[in-house]
């Protein structure tokens, strides 16, 4: 028998840093809640948190090393460019900031801590790992990273019923929706003979069978739909987000669901180039009902977590718009898909921040709940006003730049199409600040439902949350450009 010649894959150790510090770190978390046990609750936090940061610096010296870039590994299949740091960055500091969050939440609730931090630890490398990955397999076995943790940790309060619904929904969803992802997946590999995206788009272009590429584009856009709580795939989202602890609301609201519009950028824009013609007017009603419904059924809330649910999925039909054009400007599309993942991150992370810090107190969340929240705790109602601007696309804060990309992009190939979604935007943002602006008349005009008047302890992790998540809020908005232009680099693929 001949000798066949094995040829070892080539790995860039400096590329892959970032994972593999999280890994260790997820590691070191495990054996020091195995060792120490009830002594090392307090330690896990710090340390989980300190595991963010220090895979953060990998992240920092792949992009001094930017002449290097990009950085591709087993023959295209994983990607390490400006796109993907950019991404990982935003995926470790929201981790950081959630980790400050859930410090005093899992603490004072006697919830199991050691194991809730591993698990938030397991999704984040999930996520890292999206960022880079260009091939069907990488990027399901990515997503499944990213949600199996998420199940448990929806259902963490296990004696709570609406926890244990929470979690149910989420995984039943979410098993559907990776059913039906996977199986557009094995259809695109059965017409292209490889999972590799940047090779399934020649091997579609040149591929006649019209109908099965039809089906295989939609199946994907309806599992990712499902993924980013796009309106109709929507329904696990309220409950999920109510029922679930608070951080790790804040955790699926940011970033779980900025790790879905990755994965689904890099699917369109790279394997579906030549598909515009099918994948965009999918994306187009996506996109229009998830804004118009999200805003619609967020009026009618009296629960401020339900609201900013719903809140969320009308900002993921923001962040939908882009795709809907994205055949005349891939490079564009991403760049304002990206642009908005950032600043939705800070203003999202803020309010949630708000929210548990007024719980500790309020111990309700009922938007009646917050009312004179000004007289007893002014410094939370301008923040929470800071993103609730923000949220509404109001100058000089940050979510308006983000609004603005996206209207930027659907009007720049000067189609019908894209000025009509405009304009469904536009409308939406007005009915947005409607219920935004109810919440600051709460805040700032209205008496505090019990007469009480004492001030909100304010613990120091949830300060440096508040204070992360309001520094970027606001620079985002008055200095924009701080943002890397990274639009580009997502199409420029091996």
């Given at each position: 028998m001949l000798a066949q010649e094995f040829v070892r894959p080539v790995i860039d150790w400096h590329a892959v840093a970032p994972e593999l510090t999280l890994l260790a770190i997820g590691a070191l978390v495990t054996i020091v809640d195995i060792i120490w046990n009830e002594r090392a609750q307090r330690v896990i936090p710090t340390l989980t948190g300190l595991g963010f940061l220090a895979a953060l610096l990998p992240v920092l010296t792949l992009w001094a090393d930017g002449d290097e870039l990009p950085r591709v590994m087993w023959d295209g299949a994983y990607v390490v460019d400006q796109y993907a740091?950019?991404?990982?960055?935003?995926?470790?500091?929201?981790?950081?900031?959630?980790?400050?969050?859930?410090?005093?939440?899992?603490h004072d609730g006697d919830y199991y801590e050691g194991e809730f931090y591993q698990l938030v630890s397991a999704s984040v490398v999930g996520m890292l790992v999206m960022t880079s990955a260009r091939d069907l397999v990488s990027i399901f076995v990515a997503i499944e990273l990213i949600?199996?943790?998420?199940?448990?940790?929806?259902?963490?309060r296990k004696r709570d019923l609406k926890s244990n619904e929470a979690g149910l929904k989420y995984m039943l969803m979410g098993v559907f929706a990776s059913a039906i992802m996977l199986y557009g997946m094995s259809l695109l590999y059965g017409l292209a003979g490889?999972?590799?995206?940047?090779?399934?788009?020649?091997?579609?272009?040149?591929?006649?069978?019209?109908?099965?590429?039809?089906?295989?584009?939609?199946?994907?856009?309806?599992?990712?739909?499902?993924?980013?709580?796009?309106?109709?795939?929507?329904?696990?989202?309220?409950?999920?987000?109510?029922?679930?602890?608070?951080?790790?609301?804040?955790?699926?609201?940011?970033?779980?669901?900025?790790?879905?519009?990755?994965?689904?950028?890099?699917?369109?824009?790279?394997?579906?180039?030549?598909?515009?013609?099918v994948a965009e007017p999918l994306l187009w009603l996506l996109a229009a009902l998830t804004m118009t419904v999200g805003n619609l059924i967020a009026i009618r809330q009296t629960n401020i977590v339900r609201l900013l649910a719903y809140s969320g999925v009308a900002q993921a039909g923001y962040m939908i718009a882009p795709l809907a054009v994205y055949g005349d400007v891939p490079s564009?599309?991403?760049?304002?898909?990206?642009?908005?993942?950032?600043?939705?991150?800070?203003?999202?992370?803020?309010?949630?921040?708000?929210?548990?810090?007024?719980?500790?107190?309020?111990?309700?969340?009922?938007?009646?709940?917050?009312?004179?929240?000004?007289?007893?705790?002014?410094?939370?109602?301008?923040?929470?006003?800071?993103?609730?601007?923000?949220?509404?696309?109001?100058?000089?804060?940050?979510?308006?730049?983000?609004?603005?990309?996206?209207?930027?992009?659907?009007?720049?190939?000067?189609?019908?199409?894209?000025?009509?979604?405009?304009?469904?935007?536009?409308?939406?943002?007005?009915?947005?600040?409607?219920?935004?602006?109810?919440?600051?008349?709460?805040?700032?005009?209205?008496?505090?439902?019990?007469?009480?008047?004492?001030?909100?302890?304010?613990?120091?992790?949830?300060?440096?949350?508040?204070?992360?998540?309001?520094?970027?809020?606001?620079?985002?908005?008055?200095?924009?450009?701080?943002?890397?232009?990274?639009?580009?680099?997502v199409v420029a693929l091996p």
């Open positions: 740091l950019v991404l990982k960055g935003l995926f470790l500091v929201s981790a950081y900031v959630v980790v400050l969050l859930a410090t005093n939440y899992m949600s199996i943790p998420a199940y448990l940790m929806a259902a963490w490889d999972t590799r995206l940047a090779a399934i788009a020649p091997a579609l272009r040149s591929d006649g069978s019209i109908p099965l590429i039809t089906l295989a584009v939609v199946f994907v856009v309806i599992g990712f739909g499902f993924k980013v709580s796009a309106v109709p795939f929507h329904t696990w989202a309220p409950d999920t987000y109510e029922g679930a602890p608070t951080p790790l609301t804040a955790f699926l609201a940011v970033a779980s669901k900025a790790a879905g519009f990755v994965a689904l950028m890099s699917v369109v824009i790279v394997a579906f180039p030549e598909q515009s013609d564009s599309s991403a760049r304002s898909i990206v642009i908005y993942l950032v600043i939705y991150a800070a203003m999202n992370l803020g309010a949630f921040a708000v929210v548990i810090t007024a719980s500790r107190k309020t111990r309700s969340g009922e938007i009646s709940s917050y009312g004179g929240l000004f007289h007893y705790a002014p410094g939370l109602a301008v923040l929470m006003t800071f993103f609730l601007f923000s949220l509404a696309g109001i100058p000089p804060f940050g979510g308006w730049y983000a609004k603005y990309q996206v209207f930027l992009v659907l009007v720049e190939p000067a189609t019908t199409a894209g000025y009509v979604l405009a304009a469904i935007g536009a409308v939406n943002a007005v009915i947005a600040a409607y219920y935004y602006l109810s919440i600051m008349k709460q805040m700032w005009f209205l008496p505090e439902p019990n007469g009480d008047h004492t001030p909100v302890q304010i613990t120091p992790s949830l300060q440096a949350a508040l204070a992360i998540t309001a520094i970027v809020t606001v620079l985002t908005g008055v200095v924009p450009g701080i943002i890397p232009d990274v639009g580009d680099l």
